[in-house]
């Protein structure tokens, strides 16, 4: 059986940046959005709506990037309890770990920005933070 596509991304990408900038102009420039979902690799909204791109919420955040920074808000007590996304199978502070990677990744900036993400400032955790996991080979 053939599926239809149901999900149009550019469509997506070109009213969710027109409406996020005119909420941003309403606000005097300030404005808190919260994402629903996973940012980076969703496959379940891909599988239920087809024709979505996996990644498409960062592709809307590469295109906001000069007008947005990203503040990333993860809950303690799941990276506390070694809570494991059944997904990839790994732990929650991994996986936080690897989203700001991702949106390293993905969401580039100016060249001359010391943090590909405008905003986004990372602080290594103390030695004592993650005593189950080896300490990561580079800083953020």
Do not use: W
Not at 73 to 92: H, S, W
Request: net charge positive.
């Amino acid at each position: 059986m053939i599926m239809k596509t149901g999900f149009d991304n550019k469509k997506y990408l070109e009213e969710q940046s027109r409406a996020i900038l005119e909420r941003i102009n309403r606000f005097k420039g300030k404005l808190y959005l919260e994402f629903g979902g996973k940012l980076l690799y969703d496959h379940h909204a891909a599988r239920v709506l087809p024709g979505y791109e996996p990644n498409i919420k960062v592709k809307l955040l590469s295109q906001l990037k000069d007008k947005i920074d990203i503040i990333l808000c993860i809950y303690a007590g799941d990276i506390e309890k070694g809570r494991i996304r059944g997904d990839f199978g790994i732990t929650y502070d991994v996986d936080a770990l690897k989203l700001i990677d991702g949106l390293r990744e993905n969401v580039q900036s100016r060249p001359s920005d010391p943090y590909p993400i405008p905003g986004l400032k990372c602080v290594e955790p103390p030695p004592h933070a993650f005593p189950h996991h080896a300490p990561r080979s580079r800083a953020c």
